[in-house]
């Protein structure tokens, strides 16, 4: 384990934790497109195992000071949630949605880490930290479920 002066933001941390290869699942699909694939299956699914399923998710957690192992408990869906709502909040880190299998026992999500010039801006006044719903947080407000996709991504479909 390399040591770092204070905490590592968390794509230089991720970027670690997938050359690592200490997480099932947590690979890059393409190195150099910076192409990287990230398990993701539900918690309520059969074969669920948090030793297996959310390794990532609480390493982080630990590595924000969220979670101290021993003090405090295990709260999965949690690290999990304050996971996705760092991820998304990088302008920097983008979801392939049209190559991420959201559902089922093998659900996973791939991302790209954009070259910092191509970073997405976002606007001021609306909440990016955590742009996503997911059936384990809560329903984001009103306002922000009826934004149109391109006020936050600047991509038009």
Same mark, same amino acid.
């Given at each position: 384990? +390399?040591?770092?002066?204070?905490?590592?933001? @968390?794509?230089?941390? @991720?970027?670690?934790?997938?050359?690592?290869?200490?997480? /099932?699942? %947590? %690979?890059?699909?393409?190195? +150099?497109?910076?192409? @990287?694939?990230?398990?993701?299956?539900?918690? *309520?699914?059969?074969?669920?195992?948090?030793?297996?399923? *959310? #390794?990532?998710?609480?390493?982080? *957690?630990?590595?924000?000071?969220?979670?101290?192992?021993?003090?405090?408990?295990?709260? /999965?869906? #949690?690290?999990?949630?304050?996971?996705?709502? *760092?991820?998304?909040?990088?302008?920097?880190? &983008?979801?392939?949605?049209?190559? +991420?299998?959201?559902?089922? &026992?093998?659900?996973?999500?791939?991302?790209?880490?954009?070259? &910092?010039?191509? #970073? %997405?801006?976002?606007?001021?006044?609306?909440?990016?930290?955590?742009?996503?719903?997911?059936?384990?947080?809560?329903? /984001?407000?009103?306002?922000?479920?009826?934004?149109?996709?391109?006020?936050?991504?600047? %991509?038009?479909?």
């Amino acid at each position: 384990m +390399s040591m770092h002066q204070g905490r590592l933001r @968390l794509r230089p941390w @991720l970027e670690e934790q997938i050359d690592s290869g200490r997480h /099932p699942g %947590v %690979v890059w699909l393409d190195q +150099s497109a910076r192409v @990287l694939q990230i398990p993701w299956k539900h918690a *309520a699914r059969h074969g669920w195992n948090i030793e297996k399923d *959310a #390794t990532l998710f609480r390493n982080w *957690a630990i590595h924000t000071g969220r979670y101290k192992p021993g003090a405090d408990k295990p709260d /999965p869906k #949690t690290w999990k949630a304050n996971f996705r709502c *760092a991820l998304n909040s990088l302008t920097d880190v &983008h979801e392939l949605q049209d190559k +991420s299998i959201k559902k089922g &026992h093998n659900a996973f999500r791939v991302y790209t880490l954009l070259p &910092h010039s191509k #970073t %997405v801006k976002r606007h001021k006044g609306i909440s990016s930290r955590c742009l996503e719903s997911d059936s384990e947080a809560a329903t /984001p407000p009103q306002t922000q479920r009826n934004t149109p996709l391109e006020r936050f991504t600047g %991509v038009n479909r």
